[in-house]
């Protein structure tokens, strides 16, 4: 149980192009999904915290317009990284996690971002 | 001083091995605490979760929590090379704001 599928795995593209990742929890409702960006050989970093149907919270330094977060149901949440440039290539990764508060994180397989 | 301070290798066994894998943290107040694996280029998995102080047991996997001591631990029995991983504690005090380690590389060895 607990399965979380993130969608795509892997995005090439140019410089000024808009990029959408889904994230899908499969087998449970999630109250709260998290996004994450993770460079090589470094730990996770938080983007934002996302509640369903409410706007997202985002942590410091973090750009609101650039990385546009939408949860609109309690399995779906998008991140999606407009008028994308080379410094934006990255692991993203989304987690999620059941309601209620004492239930850990279960996290996607990532999305490898690289653009040219 | 970070809220988890993890060690981050890299590690390396020989097949067969026990490994310790430990996290210090400095807030009181977690209350809950996670490990996850990661491979290559693959989201974190979890696996194990406790809650205050103790062991928890899950095959070769034995997590334990020193609350007094701010200090956690996940003990891999018989290490296998599939083993091999980056391996992340994680806690929280609320069960909606997490904290992470930087984790650790384990390489084990045939």
């Known amino acids: 149980g607990a399965v979380v599928s993130q969608h795509p795995s892997r995005v090439i593209c140019k410089s000024g192009t808009s990029v959408k990742i889904e994230c899908r929890s499969l087998?449970?409702?999630?109250?709260?999904m998290f996004w994450y960006r993770q460079f090589p050989k470094q730990s996770l970093m938080l983007m934002a915290t996302?509640?369903?149907?409410?706007?997202?919270?985002?942590e410091q330094g973090v750009e609101k317009d650039k990385f546009l977060i939408n949860h609109a149901s309690l399995t779906l949440s998008t991140l999606t990284v407009t008028s994308a440039h080379p410094e934006d290539s990255s692991f993203y990764i989304c987690?999620?996690?059941?309601?209620?508060?004492?239930?850990?994180?279960?996290f996607g397989d990532g999305t490898r971002l690289s653009i040219l | 001083q970070k809220e988890v301070e993890q060690d981050p290798g890299p590690l390396s066994v020989p097949e067969g091995a026990i490994v310790s894998l430990n996290c210090t943290y400095s807030?009181?107040?977690?209350?809950?605490f996670m490990w996850y694996r990661q491979y290559s280029r693959k989201g974190p998995e979890l696996l194990m979760y406790?809650?205050?102080?103790g062991n928890k047991e899950d095959g070769r996997f034995t997590a334990q929590v020193d609350k007094s001591s701010k200090y956690i631990s996940l003990f891999i029995r018989d290490s296998q090379p599939s083993d091999s991983a980056t391996y992340l504690c994680?806690?929280?005090?609320?069960?909606?704001?997490?904290?992470f380690g930087t984790g650790t590389s384990l390489t084990v060895i045939p």
């Open positions: 087998d449970f409702q999630a109250t709260t």
């Open positions: 807030n009181s107040a977690f209350q809950y």
């Open positions: 996302s509640n369903e149907g409410s706007k997202a919270t985002y």
């Open positions: 994680a806690m929280s005090n609320t069960g909606n704001q997490f904290y």
């Open positions: 987690s999620a996690q059941p309601g209620p508060n004492d239930q850990p994180q279960h």
């Open positions: 406790t809650y205050s102080s």
